[in-house]
């Protein structure tokens, strides 16, 4: 199975990137996870919609091509990034690639909520109409104290986290499938 993994995060020590990361190399056997960049998507211009950009028509074209994606988002001001959002924009337009894609949806914070409220808006937007994109329920990965689970290397060390992901990823690879 072939998932894009859309981070909402432009920062270096992301823990979101991390997590993302570790998704990629511990279930490497189940699921080939590609970690799409934001960092050279422009902004979304309806202007230009029709005729994108090289990098937008690339971006976009991955997500088409993939079986699912993995969105890990942190949680900037009770909701979604910018660049996110952003990314969003580009995806739901013209040809709407997100339509019937299954998604996952996960965070990482160094808060204890770890970004419950930017999941809840992001699964709002991901069911709107112009993205269609089912989400897996029952099986959210809210991340907390992300500071404290993850090493200096960006190795997830938590035990609980870990097992807690290997029953998600399995759930969500038979769904999907």
Do not use: C
């Not at 072939?2 to 909402?8: C, D, F």
């Not at 160094?110 to 029952?138: E, W």
């Amino acid at each position: 199975m072939n998932v894009v993994a859309i981070v909402g995060s432009l920062r270096k020590a992301s823990y979101n990137m991390m997590l993302a990361e570790f998704i990629q190399k511990r279930y490497a056997e189940k699921v080939t996870v590609e970690i799409l960049s934001l960092h050279d998507i422009p902004m979304y211009n309806q202007d230009e919609e029709n005729n994108p950009p090289q990098s937008v028509i690339d971006f976009k074209a991955k997500v088409k091509a993939a079986d699912a994606v993995l969105w890990v988002t942190p949680e900037y001001n009770a909701s979604i990034p910018g660049v996110l959002g952003n990314v969003i924009d580009w995806l739901s337009r013209v040809d709407k690639v997100m339509i019937g894609k299954p998604s996952i949806v996960m965070g990482a914070s160094m808060g204890n909520l770890g970004t419950v409220k930017a999941q809840m808006h992001l699964r709002d937007i991901l069911f709107a109409q112009g993205l269609g994109s089912p989400v897996l329920q029952g099986n959210e990965v809210y991340i907390g104290a992300a500071h404290t689970k993850f090493d200096e290397a960006g190795n997830l060390t938590d035990e609980a986290t870990v097992k807690f992901l290997d029953q998600v990823i399995d759930n969500f690879v038979a769904w999907v499938k």
